[in-house]
């Protein structure tokens, strides 16, 4: 993806959405959730629009 949204930073490399050699996203809106039932901290979110390339 070259495409970049300036207004998500991302550095997943490893998700087909992020923008190759830029700490961004491509989407232009992504999906966050959290995996807890009462998040603490930022470790308990997770972007859930990643995909594996
Ligand atoms: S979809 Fe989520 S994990 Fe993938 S590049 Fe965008 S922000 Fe990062």
């Not at 700490?23 to 308990?44: F, G, N, R």
């Amino acid at each position: 993806m070259d495409k970049i949204n300036p207004s998500i930073g991302c550095t997943v490399t490893q998700c087909m959405y992020h923008s190759r050699g830029q700490d961004y996203c491509s989407l232009d809106k992504i999906m966050v959730v959290t995996h807890e039932t009462d998040p603490k901290v930022d470790q308990c979110t997770d972007c859930q629009s990643f995909r594996r390339k």
